[in-house]
Nanobody, 121 residues
């Protein structure tokens, strides 16, 4: 069983910063791509950013230049540094996502439980 646990959400003002963390634990061979998605009230879940095991990052246009994704492979942890937060665009529940190799032949996608980020004006 693999678990993803997010932390770091909260209530901030527009223009502030937050750093989200996501730690993967359990029995697995390795972790491939890790990333973040978000879901605002009444909207579909949308992709925010992803990072490969080698450290290559990609970002949604809406966050590029403001958010920075990094990971510590030794700690099975991914971080999302969010700067210049905007209201209401960045207010959402943020979900960690990981593509995990359970063995050399088995890959699964896992999700965290979500962490709330609320940006006030």
């Amino acid at each position: 069983q693999v678990q993803l646990v997010e932390s770091g959400g909260g209530l901030v003002q527009a223009g502030d910063s937050l750093r989200l963390s996501c730690v993967a634990s359990g029995n697995f061979f390795s972790i491939n791509t890790m990333g973040w998605y978000r879901q605002a009230p009444g909207k579909q879940r949308e992709w925010v950013a992803s990072i490969t095991s080698g450290g290559s990052t990609t970002y949604a246009n809406s966050v590029r230049g403001r958010f920075t994704l990094s990971r510590d492979n030794a700690k099975n942890t991914v971080y999302l540094q969010m700067n210049s937060l905007k209201q209401p665009e960045d207010t959402a529940v943020y979900y960690c996502n990981a593509i995990v190799e359970l063995s050399l032949q088995t890959t699964r996608t896992y999700w965290g439980q979500g962490t709330q980020v609320t940006v006030s004006s």
